[in-house]
């Protein structure tokens, strides 16, 4: 069965630091992934998808940036974080056809920047 | 690209009542997929509904693709059912959209 994994679940970090967000995929190949931004409790925004290696879209113009260096890890990162990019970061899969496909997410990671 | 909207935003029951949530979308859709976030910010799959009904214990969910809307029911709630509920329809340009949820919350 497909299972998906994200790390760390919670993290603290200061105003300036760099942002490293991992999610990988198992039990399943050419996985769409995604991540989302969850910020004052409510609201899923989407932030980036892929649907491929080295294949990324935004959604949103932010501090933030992904990568998909193999086929099911997904990763989000920023150089410099800010305030505002405190939130519950969720990465997502589903296939193979994007639009057809149950999504289903990992368990997200709250961060904190202080 | 695709509005989702979702109702109510907030509903307050006691265990035991039942409940409809509904979800409205503004053009047609090539799937509807229910979630419960629930307290630890989980989101767990409810349905994965494009068209129909489906049945899974107290909740159940239908889906009126002509009519886009979907809607969720909960029958005799119980305090675990407490959570955010969310709709996402997917399809249209920007893919998977989703509601801004519905938080419901069972008190005993």
């Known amino acids: 069965s497909q299972t998906i994994h994200q790390w760390p679940a919670t993290l603290v970090q200061p105003v300036g630091s760099p942002l490293s967000l991992e999610c990988t995929v198992e039990?399943?190949?050419?996985?769409?992934l995604y991540w989302y931004r969850q910020a004052a409790g409510r609201g899923l925004q989407l932030l980036f998808y892929?649907?491929?290696?080295?294949?990324i879209s935004s959604e949103v113009p932010q501090n933030l940036s992904a990568s998909r260096p193999q086929d099911r890890q997904f990763i989000l990162s920023s150089k410099k974080l800010l305030l505002s990019d405190s939130g519950f970061y969720l990465c997502?899969?589903?296939?193979?056809?994007?639009?057809?496909?149950?999504?289903?997410f990992g368990n997200g990671t709250r961060l904190t920047v202080t | 690209g695709i509005q989702v909207e979702q109702s109510p935003p907030d509903l307050i029951l006691q265990e035991g009542a039942n409940s409809t949530l509904r979800c409205n979308f503004s053009d047609s859709v090539n799937n509807l997929q229910w979630f419960h976030q629930n307290p630890w910010g989980q989101l767990i799959n409810l349905f994965y509904i494009p068209s129909g009904t489906k049945q899974n214990g107290r909740l159940s969910a239908t889906t009126v693709a002509t009519e886009r809307y979907s809607l969720l029911y909960i029958s005799s709630s119980q305090t675990t059912d407490s959570g955010v509920y969310f709709c996402?329809?997917?399809?249209?340009?920007?893919?998977?959209?989703f509601g801004k949820g519905t938080h419901l919350i069972i008190q005993p």
């Open positions: 997502a899969w589903n296939g193979p056809l994007r639009y057809n496909s149950p999504l289903h």
């Open positions: 039990g399943t190949s050419n996985p769409n």
């Open positions: 996402t329809p997917g399809g249209g340009a920007d893919g998977l959209t």
């Open positions: 892929s649907v491929g290696i080295g294949q």
